[in-house]
């Protein structure tokens, strides 16, 4: 810690750090205090209460809502598994075919997502359907989804995947087990730390997603972000704070699970 | 054909890298029950030829036969042939014991059966007790013994060990060696072996292969391997040698007779039929006696002493200028030449032999 340059000596650097700190999270806090407020206003604190909370479940907005949440889950579950397996397999693909060519181009066009601009992944997309004719609706959602998160399942199993040397699964061939076998009785279950990992990680990114999903949804078709972000529209209500706040919470859980999984993997090795 | 009292027969086998080659037509007859040992230093190509006979690596040319039957295409899976692997690969996600069953559940044998088997062997390595353990909480030399049991439960018609000794600490490794040598004459199974430790190598084979770049430089006994080294490479991996340039007078089948330094004939075993000219005469450390200067082999200056424990190593130097050094036991009766006196060195008739490049 001792090092010449130490950050924390540059002039200025308590303010950048605060005004960092209170852009990022200033508004989320914001948004989960007042979930609980009382009054109608989203301004004036009129005291502490759930009414938002319960408004969320049996309020007139409740239904569609409830239809939002559960395509969001339909295609957020759906979206996960297809990704993880395809990372999955990616990733084996990747770590134990050895040097072949286009190996580099492989890995390039697995993490591209990450790189192109979101909103020109949606408007490809969104073009693509209608080129080949598919119809816009909840598996189209699903298609994009599952491209997107790709890349977010691969980096945990990929990295996972390195840390296992191929003398496991030479053992197991040693002692007779077919190459299937070695795959699903050895290498598989020292990969799952990190494919659980990148399944949640999966799985919240698709539930959280929103520009893609509203260029590639079809009419009348919600997932969660959408129907919010329909409603801001008309207005802010007090029950969008009670949503939002309930899917952040949402988020910090599996963000968290994903991580605490991938480091117990890592601390068994 | 007496194919089947040989378990393994490599015959011929190249391996190419590229345009690396890696085993230059490589021929080795291992037998039943033997302790064979593969000796050579580092990147020799005895790790090479342990993947080729397990299957991992395929053979550029040349044939590997197990009891007379060609393995030629076969894939590890197939091979009746088992390993232990230098960092040992236990399964870390099962028991030791499931780890010990993991080869005779995929040779189809019952769960009750592997389970009495596994049990069986985990007693012959002397760890029954930890059956329920996970690898991670054994220490190095269980899991060493874990691996043995592993790759033996199956009852492979060969065993192929690499370096399994390297990771262990040295008290270890010597009480292991014994182990091991005590379980392949239990056992019955002809064990390949690879190190680069001499030591090891000599102590626990019933026959070596000394090998240097992707070529096998000599098979034999241990003794063999020591005493009648067929070349100058073999004379210096194994154990410690002096290698004195001397003249060649005559050659007449197995016997030489030299010229060395300073003028004194000498009479020596050669190891193969060479030109009159120059040759390596190889003299071992412990099988040089001193005497008084003038009429013995040699003479020469004493230029150093090193303490060894058993032994004590004295660095000389000839009057031509070359150096050697002699071993003389650590007793109450040896008297230690001082730096700086000149000593008379005889060398062991029999012992030192004239050597090939
Ligand atoms: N996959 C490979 N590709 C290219 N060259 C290789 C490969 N595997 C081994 N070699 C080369 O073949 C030679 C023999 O390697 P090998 O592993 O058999 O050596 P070794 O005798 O086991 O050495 P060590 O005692 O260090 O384990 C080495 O020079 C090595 O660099
Ligand atoms: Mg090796």
Redesign the pocket.
């Known amino acids: 810690m001792a090092s010449v340059t130490d950050l924390r000596r540059f002039p200025g650097f308590l303010a950048i750090t605060l005004t960092c700190l209170v852009v990022l999270y200033a508004p989320l806090i914001v948004v989960a205090v007042y979930s609980f407020n009382a009054s109608t206003s989203i301004t004036n604190w009129g005291g502490f209460s759930l009414t938002w909370y319960v408004d969320v479940f049996t309020g007139p907005d409740a239904p569609k809502f409830q239809r939002a949440a559960i395509n969001s889950l339909i295609i957020a579950v759906c979206a996960a598994v297809a990704a993880t397996s395809i990372a999955t397999a990616a990733a084996v693909a990747m770590t134990r075919a050895g040097r072949f060519k286009g190996k580099t181009l492989s890995f390039a066009l697995i993490n591209l997502p990450l790189m192109v601009p979101e909103v020109v992944t949606a408007v490809a997309s969104l073009v693509f359907f209608s080129a080949i004719g598919f119809t816009t609706g909840l598996l189209t959602i699903l298609v994009a989804h599952i491209v997107f998160c790709i890349p977010f399942a691969y980096l945990p199993i990929s990295a996972r995947m390195q840390s296992i040397p191929d003398t496991y699964e030479q053992a197991a061939m040693d002692l007779y087990a077919t190459p299937r076998q070695a795959f699903t009785m050895v290498l598989l279950p020292l990969m799952t730390p990190g494919i659980l990992s990148g399944f949640l990680l999966a799985f919240i990114i698709s539930l959280d997603d929103f520009l893609i999903t509203n260029f590639v949804k079809g009419a009348g078709v919600e997932t969660l972000p959408t129907a919010i972000f329909g409603s801001v529209k008309q207005g802010i209500k007090p029950n969008i704070m009670a949503i939002s706040t309930l899917m952040l919470g949402v988020s910090i859980v599996f963000v968290s699970l994903s991580w605490l999984i991938g480091r117990t993997g890592q601390n068994k090795k | 054909m007496a194919s089947q009292d040989i378990a393994v027969s490599v015959d011929q086998v190249v391996k190419h ?2 345009n ?1 080659t ?1 085993l230059h037509g490589v021929s080795l007859d291992i037998r039943e029950s033997e302790f064979f040992t593969l000796l ?1 230093p ?8 342990l993947r080729a006979i397990a299957g991992f690596e395929s053979v550029s040319e040349g044939h590997i036969l197990l009891k007379g039957e060609d393995l030629t295409g076969l894939p590890p899976h197939q091979r009746p042939v088992n390993t232990v692997f230098q960092q040992y690969a236990l399964f870390p996600h099962m028991t030791v014991l499931e780890n010990v069953m993991f080869g005779l559940l995929r040779k189809g044998w019952s769960k009750v059966e592997a389970v009495r088997r596994g049990q069986d062997v985990l007693d012959l390595v002397q760890l029954a007790e930890f059956a329920k353990r996970k690898p991670t909480q054994l220490s190095g030399g269980q899991q060493q013994r874990v691996a043995l049991a592993r790759a033996l439960a199956p009852r492979p018609e060969v065993l192929l060990l690499d ?1 399994p000794l390297s990771a262990l600490d040295l008290k270890l490794r010597q009480s292991v060696r014994s182990e091991l040598k005590a379980l392949q004459r239990e056992t019955g199974i002809a064990f390949i072996f ?1 190190t ?1 430790d001499q030591e090891e190598a000599l102590t626990m084979s019933d026959r070596i292969a000394v090998m240097s770049n992707g070529r096998v430089q000599q098979i034999g006994s241990p003794k063999e391997i020591y005493e009648a080294p067929v070349n100058r490479f073999v004379a210096d991996f194994v154990g410690e040698t002096n290698l004195l340039d001397v003249e060649i007078a005559s050659i007449d089948g197995g016997t030489a007779s030299v010229v060395l330094p300073g003028g004194t004939p000498f009479t020596c075993p050669a190891a193969t039929v060479l030109d009159p000219g120059r040759g390596h005469l190889s003299a071992r450390p412990e099988r040089i006696r001193i005497t008084a200067p003038g009429d013995a082999h040699l003479d020469a200056v004493v230029t150093g002493h090193t303490y060894l424990g058993t032994d004590i190593q004295l660095q000389v130097r000839l009057s031509d200028g070359e150096v050697m050094s002699v071993r003389l036991q650590n007793s109450e009766t040896t008297s230690v030449p001082e730096v700086g006196q000149t000593i008379g060195l005889q060398l062991e008739e029999g012992a030192a032999r004239l050597l090939a490049d």
């Open positions: 890298y590229g690396f890696a050579g580092s990147g020799c190509g005895k790790t090479t030829l370096e690879v680069h």
